[in-house]
């Protein structure tokens, strides 16, 4: 089941990521979000979640996580991949808030409503995207999952100046 679970949060991430990711609402026919104060929230609450697992504090972050994201992983694992990225990739340089998106619903995802985050974060070897998604969970806001992927360069639609003809 786990895997099932990591599979469809994995697709779902995916998907947002690459899917631009702006600020919105889901037109839902209910009464309108603030978007942008509860964006807010669910951003203060993923930073300080970050702070405590860049400080290495892996068991403190699990606890604070939602418990979609501990029934995803255990808690030794979800340390030894801690650790695990660390040793690849050190500790982050920076990180810079790049995008968010409001949303009553996920595909596929059960409870709701979510903020996915993305951040753009310095490692030694590179920068990579981090995408969190927090999910409300008994009034408060919690990161469900956390992902670092590879910054994929920009494609011409995207307003790449490479190739013939660009840059003009």
């Given at each position: 089941m786990k895997r099932i679970v990591h599979s469809t949060f994995?697709?779902?991430?995916?998907?947002l990521l690459f899917a631009g990711l702006p600020v919105m609402a889901?037109?839902?026919g209910e009464a309108a979000v603030?978007?942008?104060?509860?964006?807010?929230?669910?951003r203060a609450v993923a930073q300080e979640w970050l702070?405590?697992?860049?400080?290495?504090?892996?068991?403190?972050?699990?606890e604070a996580a939602a418990s979609m994201m501990q029934d995803q992983v255990e808690q030794k694992v979800w340390?030894?991949?801690?650790e695990q990225k660390k040793s690849q990739l050190g500790d982050v340089q920076s990180r810079e808030f790049a995008a968010a998106q409001y949303r009553e619903s996920l595909p596929q995802v059960d409870g709701g409503p979510f903020v996915v985050?993305?951040?753009?974060?310095?490692y030694k070897p590179a920068t990579f995207n981090e995408v969190i998604?927090?999910?409300?969970?008994?009034?408060e806001w919690k990161v469900a999952s956390y992902a670092v992927q590879p910054m994929r360069p920009p494609s011409p639609q995207q307003g790449g100046n490479?190739?013939?003809?660009g840059g003009r």
């Amino acid at each position: 089941m786990k895997r099932i679970v990591h599979s469809t949060f994995a697709f779902v991430m995916s998907v947002l990521l690459f899917a631009g990711l702006p600020v919105m609402a889901q037109d839902s026919g209910e009464a309108a979000v603030d978007t942008a104060a509860v964006t807010e929230e669910a951003r203060a609450v993923a930073q300080e979640w970050l702070k405590t697992n860049d400080d290495g504090q892996y068991d403190a972050s699990y606890e604070a996580a939602a418990s979609m994201m501990q029934d995803q992983v255990e808690q030794k694992v979800w340390s030894q991949k801690n650790e695990q990225k660390k040793s690849q990739l050190g500790d982050v340089q920076s990180r810079e808030f790049a995008a968010a998106q409001y949303r009553e619903s996920l595909p596929q995802v059960d409870g709701g409503p979510f903020v996915v985050l993305r951040y753009e974060a310095k490692y030694k070897p590179a920068t990579f995207n981090e995408v969190i998604l927090t999910t409300k969970e008994e009034g408060e806001w919690k990161v469900a999952s956390y992902a670092v992927q590879p910054m994929r360069p920009p494609s011409p639609q995207q307003g790449g100046n490479s190739g013939p003809g660009g840059g003009r």
